[in-house]
């Protein structure tokens, strides 16, 4: 099972993260695109990435906001993974198709 991070360590990892923060046991972020189709290619990008993973993102769409959620549920809070995961993610909003 992954280690649930503590208060400390996910602070100073929201440092690095540019407009993420935590609410609850999750890490989340909105992003907004110029048109619906870009927001779709952003989470076919994320998806690529998150099935090698193994690790997925809940993901709330409305027109071109895309809102990332990300937690370890089977440890019951944000983990290493999800923290790799956001900077994939981060990563994937940089790119254009």
Do not use: C
Not at 14 to 36: I, P
Not at 41 to 51: G, H, K, N, Q, T
Not at 68 to 77: E, I, K, N, P, R
């Amino acid at each position: 099972m992954r280690q649930k991070l503590s208060d400390l360590e996910i602070q100073r990892a929201l440092g690095g993260l540019a407009g993420w923060s935590r609410r609850g046991d999750a890490l989340l972020k909105t992003y907004t695109f110029a048109r619906f189709a870009d927001g779709i290619a952003f989470i076919d990008r994320v998806a690529r990435e998150a099935d090698a993973m193994d690790h997925h993102p809940d993901i709330d769409i409305r027109y071109t906001k895309v809102t990332m959620s990300l937690s370890t549920h089977d440890a019951g809070g944000i983990t290493q993974n999800d923290l790799d995961l956001a900077q994939h993610i981060e990563a994937a909003a940089r790119q254009s198709d």
